[in-house]
């Protein structure tokens, strides 16, 4: 943040005056509305919005009092068509869901593209060399595709680092992330290691009090909906991209993976935390309780890994930086869209090559940002001296 002040003072004082001032404004807004649309057209309309259906279809079920939920023995649940988040999730989704389905869909697509663009603008990054391949990453292009809202939660996290001095406001920001998918919780661990302990209380508090209303007056108790998750773990572990997935792959017991997949978050985290100590870059915890997160999550699908894409952001990492992050989520899973180039990269390499690929960047998301934040600050600290 302050080698971004810095830079915007040198820029304001060597500005030029008139309309030439502006013109690197106005190149950076085509450019990205250019990647936008190319978005649209080339990766979004040969995909049907799934995620999208899903949660509109809840929406309207809440307008209407219909309960979203399927039974828990139907099939349906895992059928991947089925609303299994709590159901605070679906109250977004209300004002969407009288709209025709072809409006909802670019209103949507417009706010999660605005969701990156925002999220960057409040982690300080005015490269748009940035902004455009956080855009392209693969896990970006399939979030956008299948309709999910994990651009919006990128962009809560992005909040919750921007006011993490605002005890009120950085709760509510990741109470918001947390509700909406709820293995996003080691995220208040951050708080709790930089001794936030009224952010972290009223975190807990409006956590439990969302999801408490919800189970208490929605259609779905807290004992069926554990069901519901232990039912769709059961069924959907072995899919994705998970840590214990790979694990599994390889030969080990679920019980096995699940604590190596613990330790394994334990001990990124726990490394965060004594380079916060030694360096004072907080951002590394932050990365490392998202991608701890990741880590234990038995279920994680490629769009999960925008998430990522918020430290980074707050890290104000180069350029080249995403882009390596963007070429690697591609590497990993390529978004569906035209057969030749997902059956080029998925040739190039196995699953579990790929599933530990998945890992790397999990994991390489932290060294990115923590890096980047303490050279930020070391070329600040040279700047100001000379």
């Known amino acids: 943040m302050v080698r971004t002040k810095v830079l915007e003072l040198a820029r304001s004082v060597s500005a030029p005056p008139g309309p030439r001032r502006w013109l690197p404004t106005v190149l950076a807004a085509a450019v990205i509305v250019g990647v936008a649309a190319a978005i649209w057209f080339t990766w979004l309309d040969v995909v049907p919005r799934s995620d999208l259906k899903v949660f509109l279809k809840a929406g309207a079920d809440v307008l209407h009092g219909r309960n979203p939920y399927p039974a828990l023995d139907d099939p349906f649940l895992y059928s991947g068509r089925a609303f299994v988040y709590p159901v605070a999730a679906a109250l977004p989704f209300v004002p969407l869901s009288p709209l025709p389905l072809g409006v909802a869909d670019v209103q949507f697509f417009l706010i999660s593209v605005g969701a990156v663009l925002l999220a960057a603008r409040l982690a300080g990054v005015t490269d748009v060399r ?29 909040v919750g680092w921007r006011y993490r001095d605002q005890a009120v406001k ?24 930089t001794r936030r302990w009224r952010a972290a209380a009223y975190l807990a508090g409006m956590i439990a009090a969302v999801l408490g209303l919800g189970w208490l007056l929605g259609p779905l108790g807290l004992g069926d909906y554990r069901t519901l998750l232990e039912i769709l773990s059961h069924h959907e572990t072995g899919a994705g991209w998970s840590f214990q997935r790979l694990l599994v792959e390889y030969g080990a017991g679920k019980g096995t993976a699940r604590l190596v997949s613990v330790v394994a978050a334990l001990a990124l985290v726990g490394a965060a935390w004594a380079w916060y100590r030694r360096s004072g870059q907080e951002v590394a915890v932050f990365a490392a309780c998202i991608a701890g997160a990741l880590l234990v999550s038995p279920i994680v699908w490629s769009h999960y890994f925008v998430l990522l894409i918020a430290p980074l952001l707050i890290a104000q990492v180069r350029w080249y930086v995403m882009t390596l992050f963007a070429v690697t989520s591609w590497l990993v899973a390529p978004p569906a869209a035209h057969q030749q180039i997902s059956s080029f990269i998925n040739g190039l390499t196995t699953w579990e090559q790929r599933g530990i690929t998945a890992q790397l960047l999990v994991a390489g998301t932290v060294l990115a940002a923590a890096l980047s934040a303490w050279w930020n600050t070391r070329a600040v600290a040279r700047a100001l001296v000379t």
Not at 146 to 155: D, H, I, P, Q, T
Not at 174 to 185: M, P, Y
């Open 130 to 158: 940035t902004i455009v391949f956080a855009l392209l990453a693969a896990s970006t292009l399939r979030s956008f595709q299948v309709g999910s809202f994990n651009a919006l939660l990128m962009l809560g996290c992005v």
């Open 170 to 193: 950085v709760a509510a920001a990741l109470a918001a992330v947390v509700v909406a998918k709820l293995f996003v919780v080691p995220l208040g661990g951050w708080l709790l290691i």
